[in-house]
């Protein structure tokens, strides 16, 4: 791997000391077991970090309670400016962390830096934003009296998050939350400590340039036992956790049982209807890649294509032409399309999937299988599958974090592909594919896709900071990211002032003494 630069971009990134037994500082309490990374691009170990016991949780949640305190009284202006500088900070590193996102992740470099790139974007997304904290102002129905809104920072906000965007989801809610007047405490997947890691020595840096209280970021690297200690701690008014839906549930119930916030960012089920006015060529592009892209581990992958029976056999034919067409294999080397997966639980899991949709009655159309030999020691390379199935199967119902694309015939009109699209539990993304306006307004209307996500003529996967992110049903109900998704973040209060010398009572009320 040393001919991808990963060494320099360990180095660069202040990650490389870890493997020596060397603490990052800067907010990170570590003094529990080694947790170990290894890649799954070449089955090596890449480094290793102390994971944070509950004593150390208990001095990063005092520190990040204390640096509150001060950060909270910094105007919003000043704070997008050190969201400023970090995004700057971001640009200088993109190489280097895309690098180190793409091998400890497994992700194609190209997503690796894009991954990267999102980071940035939220930055400038968020500066801008830090200006325009609006709330509204309301006409009072007392003379003399005046109603306006206010948001507030709300304190320590909580971010767990997934393998598969090891760095984006973080940064995603850093960006708003510190505009907002929040810290952080981030605890990433234990599949990819190193990233996160890279991330905190990043906004360490910029901490450190402005004088600023260490606590406004914090890391603890551990296992679900540190997760526990934060949904149930009332030092922590807002938990966002991004996983699957099993664990939202239990997370959400752990934050609810003590009436805290929480913004959940859970599986997806995501389909494409191809319509009879399909543009083919585009349908092609975006289910492939949204299907194989990140190995068809996004929580926004294509799993499903609902594709109407008078164009069926031509869609099929081009798709599977296309897979033939895929290079799997380092994701370092841009040449490749598709990288390994997570781990070998993950292969097991995608195996099994293959499996029980032959077992359901479908029909393989793409052979899948798990590859091995030269280049693929890590043994999580595998080949992206494609089955004939029915949208009723088990299989099809469930998410599986892996490129396995099931093809699902529609007949009549777009209404019966809807049903099907929203016939599974999640609700994140969807799409459709069509030139044919009514068809593309039904399925925007009320009686249309019931997803967080829907698109027209784009895939389901790959979508911009800009809009708020997140879905409906199993996919939990957060939104994240861009739009007015930063209200979550912070805590409002309506204010009713009187500049009179009565008090006259709302509702009409008389009350005299
Ligand atoms: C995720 O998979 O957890 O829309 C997030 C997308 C990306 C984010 C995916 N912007 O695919």
Redesign the pocket.
């Known amino acids: 791997t040393s001919q991808f630069g990963i060494k320099e971009a360990l180095t660069q990134l202040g990650v490389k000391d870890i493997n020596e037994g060397t603490s990052t500082g800067l907010h990170h309490f570590a003094n529990g077991e080694i947790l170990e990374s290894y890649s799954p691009v070449d089955g090596k170990l890449i480094g290793s970090v102390k994971m944070s016991t509950s004593q150390d949780y208990q001095q990063v949640i005092q520190s990040a309670t204390e640096a509150f305190k001060t950060f909270r009284l910094m105007p919003a202006p000043q704070r997008g400016e050190i969201v400023r500088q970090f995004g700057e900070k971001l640009r200088q590193n993109k190489e280097a962390l895309g690098k180190l996102v793409s091998y400890e992740m497994g992700k194609s470099l190209q997503e690796g830096y894009g991954e990267v790139q999102?980071m940035i974007d939220i930055c400038d997304f968020a500066v801008g934003l830090s200006r325009q904290l609006h709330g509204l102002t309301m006409h009072s129905e007392r003379p003399g009296h005046r109603m306006y809104e206010q948001y507030h920072p709300m304190g320590v906000v909580g971010i767990i998050s997934?393998f598969?965007?090891p760095v984006?989801?973080w940064a995603w809610n850093t960006a708003l939350a510190w505009i907002c007047g929040d810290v952080c405490i981030w605890k990433p997947s234990e599949k990819t400590p190193l990233c996160g890691i890279a991330c905190q020595n990043i906004i360490a840096e910029v901490i450190k340039e402005n004088n600023l209280p260490e606590g406004i970021s914090c890391l603890i690297n551990g296992d679900y036992k540190l997760g526990e200690l934060m949904t149930s701690d009332t030092r922590i008014p807002l938990i966002s956790a991004?996983g699957s839906t099993r664990m939202g549930k239990i997370v959400a119930q752990a934050v609810a049982a003590r009436l805290g916030k929480s913004l959940l960012?859970l599986g997806g089920n995501n389909a494409i209807i191809v319509t009879p006015d399909a543009d083919i060529k585009m349908t092609v592009i975006g289910a492939v890649f949204g299907a194989v892209g990140t190995a068809g581990q996004?929580?926004?992958s294509t799993r499903r294509l609902i594709i109407h029976e008078s164009i069926f056999e031509k869609v099929k034919d081009a798709i599977v032409s296309a897979y033939k067409q895929l290079k799997i294999g380092n994701p370092l080397d841009e040449n490749n399309h598709v990288g390994p997966l997570i781990d070998t639980d993950a292969v097991k899991m995608y195996t099994a999937a293959l499996d029980k949709v032959v077992e359901e009655g479908g029909t393989i159309l793409v052979e899948g299988g798990v590859l091995s030999g030269e280049g693929y020691e890590s043994g999580c390379y595998v080949k992206p599958a494609i089955a004939l199935a029915q949208n009723s199967f088990e299989i099809v119902q469930h998410e599986t974090f892996a490129p396995v694309l099931y093809l699902i015939k529609y007949s009549g009109d777009v209404d019966n592909a809807l049903e099907y699209q929203n016939g599974v539990g999640q609700g994140l993304?969807s799409a459709i594919m069509t030139n044919n306006l009514r068809e593309a307004e039904r399925f925007l209307s009320v009686v249309g896709s019931d997803c967080g996500i829907a698109n027209v003529n784009i895939g389901t996967?790959?979508?911009e900071i800009g809009g708020a992110?997140g879905g409906e049903k199993d996919t939990g109900g957060g939104r994240e990211s861009g739009s007015d998704a930063w209200k979550i973040y912070m805590r409002r209060q309506t204010n009713t002032i009187n500049y009179t010398t009565s008090l006259p009572l709302a509702q009409g009320i008389k009350f005299d003494l």
């Open positions: 999102e997934a598969n965007f984006a989801v991004t960012e996004r929580c926004t993304s996967s790959g979508a992110f």
